[in-house]
């Protein structure tokens, strides 16, 4: 099955080498970049902070607050740059800028016009960030971009003389002026630069250190797989290994050609038991096993199965899928495994007859719990005699009574059982069961859990239309059966209708409720649609009904799985009856003698 390798590809310890600096690089780089981001963060506010202060120092000057409160009492024509570039406002405002190394130290008027500012052409003008805050007696720090930049600043309130911050602040009482300070952000990157700078020499350390690493678990590697690489390793554990020759499946590989490679005692037992040759390196299609394992083998493309066949007394399911390397490029053949479902199926039919009886017998246990209570009645009231005349009555009529009549025509135990328990159930909700005038049974069932499963979930379906029909005045639940033989087998037919109102005109989208417009030509469909439900608008009392079935999406695939079918015969007409639902089950009841065709 072994096929050599084309094309170049990298050897495994290179792509761990790869990987192993790709996560050592990406680790690195997002440190350094959350580490570039704090500082920068972190400068901002420093150079924010030192604004503020620088601000608040000029604004507090006197000359300042004078020169201030002069200006912006003035006539606003008198505030161009020739009368302002000369005066004492812009000379302090430009040595304070010159002493701190700002990028900018501005003043304005309580209008927003600039009366100091670096350039002297820009006097007079309005200023080209938002003044509103400091003007209203707050304080703002931000990092925006102006005429000279984009810069850390900070804008605090000019005071009149004699007006202090302690009484106006906040309020703009007293407020004539802003002053605006900024340091550039280019200030504030070059300081990031040159804390990233070590940083930068331990990522390039990191990748050095990682490289070498990776080079050594190379090394490592290829000594402990004596220089193999991963495919060939998974090349052999496939032909040696990888099979799992102590497990109870049937393992078998074939080659392309057609060779069989593998054959584990698994396999032997199932396909071969007894036989003591050997089946490695024979063709499949000349070793005398079964012909559906050549088909599994010469699947073209995919996986083949999973099938079920029989071999003698035994029920194997088989499947196949192909092996391939370099991504599906190069087929080493096919691997073909067979598993024994014998004992399963055994059990689960023994489980299904349980499941059946067990739930015919839960139906029934309100009723044996009432009649107890009845006879615990009587001897609490000292009526021993009208106790004892109670039992006899029972023991006279046996231990049920089923509100059904005609359960006799129900030849077999199992379907009178289980109709007899669901007409309790139904009593006990005020519906009657009652069986069709021409229910005939004449064999016995031979796969109560399909029978369960379709007849419990119509009849449960049935039953909560009735008790949710408000307008009938007598509830009931017709069930009609009649079993037909011929030489293929037998079939049983279901017929089921209620009381109810029948399939609404137009209906939900599955799995919710109330109405949508769905035309009702496609209702008889759309129920059958997995998920659909009808529960969520049934009243409390309709929903308190146990046993709620299997769902009608899957007891039609359970009728159809067995070549029969489910489906809705009519839908229903008022002040008539509700919906009609059909089935038909081949294969599940057979007669006690052989079956015999009238000349």
């Known amino acids: 099955m072994k096929q050599a ?8 310890s290179t792509r761990v080498l790869l990987v192993q600096l790709a996560v050592v690089f990406a680790v690195v780089l997002l440190t350094a970049g959350t580490f570039a981001a704090l500082t920068y963060q972190w400068l901002g506010e420093q150079a924010e902070a030192r604004a503020l ?140 630069l040159r804390n990233v700078v070590p940083v930068a020499l331990i990522a390039g350390l990191s990748l050095a250190l990682g490289a070498l690493a990776s080079a050594l678990i190379g090394a490592r590697l290829r000594r402990l797989t004596l220089g193999l690489e991963p495919e060939e390793i998974a090349g052999l554990a496939q032909d040696q290994e990888a099979v799992l020759r102590g497990v109870d499946e049937g393992v078998i590989g074939v ?36 012909a559906f394992l050549a088909a599994a083998a010469q699947t073209a493309e995919g996986e083949y199965g999973p099938s079920e066949h029989v071999l003698g007394d035994r029920v194997v399911i088989v499947t196949a899928r192909p092996v391939r390397l370099d991504g599906g490029v190069h087929g080493l053949g096919r691997v073909i495994m067979v598993r024994d479902r014998t004992e399963v199926q055994a059990l689960t039919r023994q489980l299904d007859a349980v499941n059946a009886l067990g739930t015919a017998l839960r139906a029934q246990r309100h009723e044996f719990a009432n009649r107890l209570h009845t006879v615990a009645g009587l001897l609490d009231l000292d009526r021993g005699a009208e106790a004892r005349s109670y039992l006899a009555e029972i023991m006279d009529n046996g231990p049920l009574q089923y509100p059904t009549r005609d359960l006799g025509l129900l030849s077999d135990p199992y379907l009178e059982a289980f109709v007899g328990a669901k007409s309790i159930e139904a009593h006990e909700r005020g519906v009657d069961v009652r069986l069709g005038a021409h229910t005939l049974i004449r064999g016995h069932i031979t796969d109560p859990q399909d029978v369960t499963a379709v007849l419990g979930n119509l009849m449960d379906n049935a039953i909560r239309a009735a008790v949710a029909a408000g307008t009938s005045p007598h509830k009931w639940v017709e069930v009609e059966l009649l079993d037909e033989h011929t030489a293929a087998g037998g079939t049983l037919h279901v017929v089921v ?33 997995a998920g659909y439900s009808t529960a969520a608008a049934e009243p409390p009392e309709a929903a308190a009904v146990a046993g709620h079935g299997v769902g009608l999406a899957l007891i039609r695939h359970l009728a159809r799985r067995r070549g029969g079918e489910v489906w809705v015969a009519d839908a229903g007409r008022p002040q008539s009856h509700g919906a009609v639902f059909c089935a038909r089950l081949p294969g599940v009841v057979a007669l006690s003698h052989p079956f015999k065709e009238k000349p």
């Open 5 to 12: 390798r084309s094309g170049p590809r990298l050897r495994f």
């Open 255 to 290: 080659a392309e050609s057609g060779t069989i490679t593998v054959f584990n005692e698994g396999a032997r037992r199932l396909l071969a038991p007894g036989s003591t040759g050997e089946y490695g390196g024979l063709p499949l299609a000349e070793s005398g096993l079964p």
């Open 497 to 529: 209708a209620d009381s109810g109102d029948g399939l609404p005109e137009t209906a939900g989208s599955p799995g919710g409720s109330g109405t949508s417009g769905i035309p009702a030509a496609h209702l008889r469909e759309l129920i059958f649609t």
């Open 53 to 192: 202060s620088v601000a608040r120092t000029v604004a507090s000057s006197e000359d300042v607050r004078r020169e201030t409160a002069v200006l912006a009492a003035g006539p606003e024509s008198a505030l161009t740059p020739a009368n302002l570039a000369g005066g004492t406002l812009q000379q302090d405002a430009e040595s304070a800028r010159e002493r701190t190394g700002a990028l900018f130290v501005v003043v304005t008027d309580d209008a927003g016009l600039r009366l100091a500012h670096p350039n002297p052409a820009l006097l007079g003008q309005k200023v080209s960030t938002d003044p509103s805050v400091a003007l209203g007696g707050g304080e703002d720090t931000s990092q925006e971009h102006g005429t000279l930049g984009r810069s850390a600043r900070a804008k605090v309130p000019v005071y009149a003389p004699g007006a202090g911050s302690g009484t106006g602040a906040g309020t703009g009482v007293g407020v004539v002026g802003e002053v605006s300070v900024g340091f550039s952000t280019d200030d504030i990157v070059a300081g990031m």
